[in-house]
């Protein structure tokens, strides 16, 4: 039985899903292909993907796995000739591929000049992780875009979902490189929405607030699983209390995604975040 909010027709549209292989985006892949979306899952790692693809099958589904890096033209292309080839012309992308770099983490919140040189301050950020974060994820947009999106011009319902975050609308203490990555990511999403509005193409985002996924699970639970003091302050600061579970990030997906309900909406970036971004501290 579907545990799909609701469904949408995507039946023989041919949807890209980047990051494929992690926990949010794994959830998309499977989200869309109930919905009748044939899927191509690509990650850097292949197994990964082929984990998604694997399960989207033996669902009834239809998906391919694909190993792809989202930073290299070459790779990318390769991926969109074994996409058409296997599944056809593209309809949706959604670029999920992204995270952070601890190169680009300061380990205080805010600055004790009597500190400096004890831990990792704002001086100490390495120019090369910060490098690798932007490019992760303000490039890790741009370049499977300009790839994919060529295959999607001209196509009724043609979609681009990208994945933003709170970090875009107020920067979180310690991960500059990820916050500003991030803002860029929005900005470029509402760049690209005005640049492909007369080519049918609608560019919309999505802005989880908190949510367990591999990569930041080290950083809210300790090795006993027991909340850090990190999670303690952010529900305290997000009003419904609690983290989100990467289904509900899966009623937004579909409706930006859905010919009917959104057809006229692009442009945006939709927080999902428990009230998050609603809520002062105070």
């Known amino acids: 039985m579907s545990n799909l909010p609701f469904k949408i027709d995507l039946k023989d549209k041919v949807a890209v899903v980047t990051g494929g292989g992690g926990i949010l985006c794994s959830s998309f892949a499977k989200a869309i292909s109930e919905c009748g979306a044939k ?17 989207i099958n033996a669902d009834g589904g239809t998906a391919i796995a694909v190993g792809a890096n989202c930073l290299e033209q070459e790779s990318l292309s390769q991926a969109l000739e074994k996409i058409e080839a ?37 001086f100490d950020l390495d120019p090369k992780g910060i490098s690798f974060t932007f490019d992760l994820n303000f490039l890790g947009v741009l370049l499977p875009t300009q790839i994919f999106a060529k295959s999607m011009l001209g196509k009724k319902g043609a979609a681009i979902i990208n994945i933003s975050s709170m970090n875009a609308f107020t920067p979180l203490t310690k991960i500059p490189a990820y916050s500003g990555a991030k803002a860029a990511v929005s900005n470029l999403t509402q760049w690209m929405a005005v640049y492909f509005a007369k080519s049918g193409i609608r560019v919309n985002a999505i802005a989880p607030g908190f949510f367990v996924t591999d990569q930041n699970r080290a950083l809210l639970f300790d090795a006993e699983g027991k909340p850090t003091a990190r999670t303690d302050k952010i529900l305290r600061n997000t009003p419904m209390d609690r983290f989100g579970e990467s289904e509900e990030l899966i009623g937004t997906l579909l409706w930006l995604l859905s010919d009917k309900g959104s057809s006229f909406v692009t442009g945006v970036i939709v927080p999902v975040d428990g009230g998050f971004s609603a809520y002062s501290g105070v």
């Open 39 to 55: 899927v191509a899952v690509i990650d850097l790692r292949e197994d990964a993907a082929k984990t998604v693809a694997d399960a």
């Open 86 to 122: 296997e599944l056809g012309t593209i309809d949706i992308l959604i670029n999920g591929a992204g995270g952070n770099n601890p190169k680009g983490t300061t380990d205080d919140e805010m600055l004790d000049i009597e500190q400096i040189g004890k831990v990792k301050t704002f």
